[in-house]
């Protein structure tokens, strides 16, 4: 690999990926509706998890799985509390 980088290989990116995505659905988050794509360069993180706390075990696992590496999150806390007021529908 001349002239790249060491660790920032097309091919390496990619299994850095596929071994972050094995650790979110074998660890003790099991969260299997995050995803993780190589986009442009970068690897980009989405998805919904259940709790505020659930958000922050994904997000540390980025950081150590895919550091070094471009990486945009957008990973939310679905929203599980009962309404406190009636839907206004137009």
């Not at 190589?38 to 540390?60: F, H, N, W």
């Not at 799985?65 to 009636?86: I, N, R, S």
Request: charged share 25%; with cysteine; proline share 4%.
């Amino acid at each position: 690999m001349t002239g790249s980088a060491p660790g920032h290989s097309g091919e390496n990116v990619e299994y850095r990926v596929a071994h972050f995505r094995d650790r979110l659905a074998a660890e003790e988050l099991g969260e299997l509706g995050v995803r993780a794509e190589v986009r442009a360069g970068a690897v980009v993180v989405t998805g919904t998890v259940p709790s505020a706390q659930c958000r922050e075990t994904v997000l540390r696992t980025v950081r150590e799985e895919l550091a070094g590496l471009a990486v945009h999150t957008d990973v939310v806390v679905a929203e599980t509390a009962t309404p406190d007021h009636a839907e206004e529908l137009p």
